[in-house]
């Protein structure tokens, strides 16, 4: 069955330094977002992305924060200067349309010290 | 207030019972999704629906629209059900595709 995949499952990082959070959606699937969930609080979305544009983004998603699908398999989340308050699981998802079920992926635990 | 309540934030049952998880929601939408997060983190889609019923295996979803409020059941449970589920819905305000999630109910089933 098609899944859809993150790398790293965690990531380590210093504050003030860049990361990228990648992910391989389903194949045939248009629509790819981030959620990202801190620990201990619920999951909160982030960005939706679609035909190589955001469709939505969330306040949390702030000039720190970039999306991009580099080629035809990956989207990608960076984030340019992380701070402490990042640290957070983000997961990222897809669906084939506009209001069709969402798959997640296993999430990218990101530690930032 | 938040957009989606759940109820109960903590439940424990013996494996074999009947268990039921509520969601309630403000907002009006144009779907619901129930989910599973699993202690390793990951999310797993279980049902999305609009309106009525809907059965998989051991697990039914039911929504009413008219109450805004949306139940989860999973008959004869086994401890491999212990996990959290999350109900998580979309507005229908705004043409947005995004989700705003609940906070959650964690369930353990004791052998």
């Known amino acids: 069955e098609p899944e859809v995949t993150q790398t790293p499952s965690h990531q380590v990082t210093q504050m003030g330094q860049e990361v990228i959070l990648r992910c391989v959606p389903i194949?045939?699937?248009?629509?790819f977002y981030w959620y990202r969930q801190i620990l201990g609080q619920k999951v909160e979305f982030l960005v939706s992305?679609?035909?190589?544009?955001?469709?939505?983004k969330s306040e949390i998603f702030d000039d720190q924060f970039s999306v991009e699908r580099p080629d035809g398999s990956n989207f990608t989340l960076k984030i340019r200067s992380t701070k402490l308050e990042d640290s957070a699981m983000y997961f990222c998802?897809?669906?084939?349309?506009?209001?069709?079920?969402?798959?997640f992926g296993p999430g990218t635990r990101l530690t930032v010290l | 207030k938040n957009e989606v309540e759940q109820s109960p934030q903590n439940l424990t049952a013996q494996e074999g019972e009947f268990i039921t998880i509520n969601c309630s929601y403000s907002?009006?939408?144009?779907?619901l999704h129930w989910l599973q997060q699993h202690p390793g983190g990951g999310i797993v889609s279980l049902f999305m629906?609009?309106?009525g019923k809907k059965k998989h295996g051991r697990l039914i979803a039911t929504i009413n629209i008219q109450e805004k409020h949306s139940s989860l059941h999973i008959t004869a449970s086994h401890p491999r059900d212990s996990a959290v589920y999350i109900c998580?819905?979309?507005?229908?305000?705004?043409?947005?595709?995004?989700?705003?999630f609940g906070t959650g109910t964690l369930l353990a089933v004791q052998p």
């Open positions: 629906l609009s309106s």
């Open positions: 998802a897809s669906s084939v349309e506009k209001g069709n079920e969402q798959f």
């Open positions: 907002v009006g939408i144009s779907a």
């Open positions: 998580a819905v979309r507005s229908i305000y705004g043409a947005t595709n995004k989700l705003i």
């Open positions: 194949s045939n699937h248009l629509y």
């Open positions: 992305f679609y035909n190589n544009e955001i469709s939505e």
